[in-house]
């Protein structure tokens, strides 16, 4: 399964999880630039469980270089598709958990959670000379935070059948839920072999996550953290939005809802609006005029229900401007 996106739009611009995406892709390009030396570089900045329990190992490293690759293992990443998998994860879950906590408060909420990924991989590694990398810990612990929030929240889901896409909305708590469970499962078949995935990162970064979230209340916002989100209120919803149509009796025509902003009121916009109506699950482009008001109806001719006749209804969607 491969979330595309969640459907509840975060109200301001998510500038500490982007930033946090940005060095991670940065990071990646240097280490592809490493050649020969790679090994080499993860052995250093990765976490490497020997290196804090093996006395003939650690004795290479200084304090600071063995607390500063429990920070960096989180931003390195084994490959393409390690990177780009952590970063969609991150990037679906992570907007609307710094929305509720804040950026700053977000930003330690992720390092927090990444640095208790790593020391689980420790406890039950504790021997392994092999280096851990990546931020599937950091990451675990923003979905352990967004199954708390927004545990009825819908995840645009891809569930590739053979060769044919298919896309369907699951609600977060089974999505991520299924998730945790499969981790739990790995791990507990992983105890006491060697496997390439830090499964008890994942886990302990998750049960974290819901920690820190559980405790936030008694963290006080800054002054500055206050201002940032002043400057990051979103002047758009989401370019892409889940319209849920209803019907009903005799009437051929779909009804459903589409929500923007009062600046795109003003000047107009593009949306992709995804319809799920029975077995269709249906992407289409529209424009939204400029001038519109609340409560005007656009008109999608032949999106509705197919009549005895033959012909099919239309969709009328009702403009909601959400400030």
């Given at each position: ?20 995406i ?9 280490e ?25 190992i650690?004795?290479?490293f ?5 607390f ?14 390690h990177?780009?998998?952590n ?8 907007d ?38 990546g ?36 609600p977060?708590?089974?999505f ?7 981790q ?101 482009n ?27 209804g ?10």
């Amino acid at each position: 399964m491969f979330p595309i996106r969640d459907t509840t739009p975060s109200k301001n611009y998510p500038v500490v999880n982007n930033t946090i995406i940005g060095i991670c892709a940065a990071v990646f390009l240097i280490e592809l630039s490493q050649g020969a030396g790679l090994d080499r570089f993860i052995y250093i900045y990765g976490i490497v469980p020997a290196r804090y329990s093996v006395d003939r190992i650690s004795s290479y490293f200084t304090f600071k270089q063995q607390f500063f690759s429990l920070l960096s293992f989180m931003f390195l990443h084994g490959g393409f598709w390690h990177l780009i998998s952590n970063m969609l994860f991150l990037y679906i879950f992570g907007d609307n958990v710094e929305d509720r906590l804040g950026h700053i408060n977000y930003l330690f909420f992720y390092i927090a959670c990444g640095i208790v990924s790593g020391l689980c991989h420790l406890t039950f590694n504790i021997q392994s000379n092999t280096p851990t990398i990546g931020a599937s810990g950091a990451v675990a612990g923003v979905m352990g935070a967004y199954l708390i929030l927004y545990p009825r929240s819908k995840i645009l889901t891809l569930i590739p059948i053979i060769f044919i896409p298919y896309f369907i909305e699951l609600p977060a708590f089974f999505f991520i839920g299924s998730w945790f469970v499969l981790q739990l499962l790995n791990a507990a078949s992983s105890l006491g072999n060697a496997s390439h995935i830090a499964w008890w990162a994942h886990i302990g970064g998750f049960v974290f996550g819901i920690i820190f979230l559980k405790l936030s209340p008694f963290i006080p916002e800054t002054k500055f953290s206050d201002k940032i989100r002043m400057t990051t209120k979103k002047r758009k919803t989401p370019r892409l939005q889940v319209i849920r149509p209803v019907g009903s009796g005799y009437d051929h025509n779909l009804y459903g809802t589409i929500i923007i902003t009062p600046y795109e009121a003003l000047t107009g916009t593009r949306k992709m609006v995804n319809i799920p109506w029975g077995f269709n699950n249906k992407f289409y482009n529209i424009k939204i005029p400029q001038g519109i008001k609340g409560g005007n109806t656009l008109r999608l001719k032949e999106l509705g229900k197919l009549s005895p006749t033959g012909t099919k209804g239309d969709l009328m969607l009702k403009v909601t401007v959400q400030s």
